[in-house]
């Protein structure tokens, strides 16, 4: 089983529609990242979360908002969702003791 | 402003050959730095890392080097193989506990068979 899974793995979705995408995470990790790639542009932070009560913004946090419902889950969600934010989206984990990241599959979310 | 540009978008060698994939970086607060490889529909996978403190760090055929005056690092692939074919990110932080990392815009690596 992958230890980071990422639901749904692809969604298309309409202007102005609500969207939440799903992180779910089994390495008992608590930092937990959202981040966005975008074509010519790499990977860019979104948020991140140290643990349950501590949820920080990233480089483009604008139009997101974010969920820890527990050490394993965070959720990204896009309030109101435009075709700019039609993107890859990754979510990631980090072991602190040996300074790597573990990414989901990620989430292809297409803004008609 | 793009602190961390990996400025070659894609890269072709021939299979047995090296691999040379180049990363610099503006901020002089970095001092840890790491690669990433990418296939098609997964999630970035953790390749190899080194700390400000080493020049060079090998694992197999991967070896990445560190010139903080020029502010460059760069992954070297030897030999190249055909599942070596992705795309390759590199990415760097600074220390103090932040855990923030900045990622390259990734560089396509094509193994010719």
């Known amino acids: 089983d992958a230890d980071v899974t990422q639901t749904p793995r692809n969604r298309i979705t309409k202007t102005g529609k609500r969207i939440m995408l799903e992180c779910s995470q089994t390495?008992?990790?608590?930092?937990m990242y959202w981040y966005r790639q975008d074509p010519g542009l790499g990977l860019r932070l979104i948020y991140y979360?140290?643990?349950?009560?501590?949820?920080n913004k990233g480089e483009i946090s604008d139009g997101y908002s974010v969920s820890r419902q527990a050490q394993a889950k965070f959720s990204l969600s896009l309030e109101s969702a435009i075709p700019n934010q039609t993107a890859l989206y990754f979510c990631?984990?980090?072991?602190?003791?040996?300074?790597?990241?573990?990414f989901g599959p990620g989430t292809r979310l297409t803004v008609l | 402003d793009q602190q961390v540009k990996q400025n070659s978008p894609s890269l072709s060698v021939q299979e047995g050959r090296i691999s040379i994939l180049n990363c610099d970086y503006t901020?002089?607060?970095?001092?840890?730095f790491l690669w990433y490889k990418k296939y098609p529909a997964e999630g970035p996978t953790f390749l190899i890392s080194i700390s400000s403190i080493k020049d060079k760090n090998e694992d197999g055929r991967f070896t990445v080097f560190l010139n903080k005056s020029a502010k460059h690092l760069s992954l070297h692939i030897v030999p190249s193989q055909p599942g070596d074919s992705a795309v390759y990110f590199c990415a760097a932080s600074a220390s103090g506990g932040t855990y923030k990392y900045i990622f390259g815009t990734g560089t396509r690596l094509k193994v010719l068979a």
């Open positions: 979360s140290f643990d349950v009560k501590d949820i």
């Open positions: 901020n002089s607060m970095f001092d840890y």
């Open positions: 390495k008992g990790h608590d930092r």
């Open positions: 990631a984990t980090i072991d602190i003791s040996t300074d790597t990241q573990y």
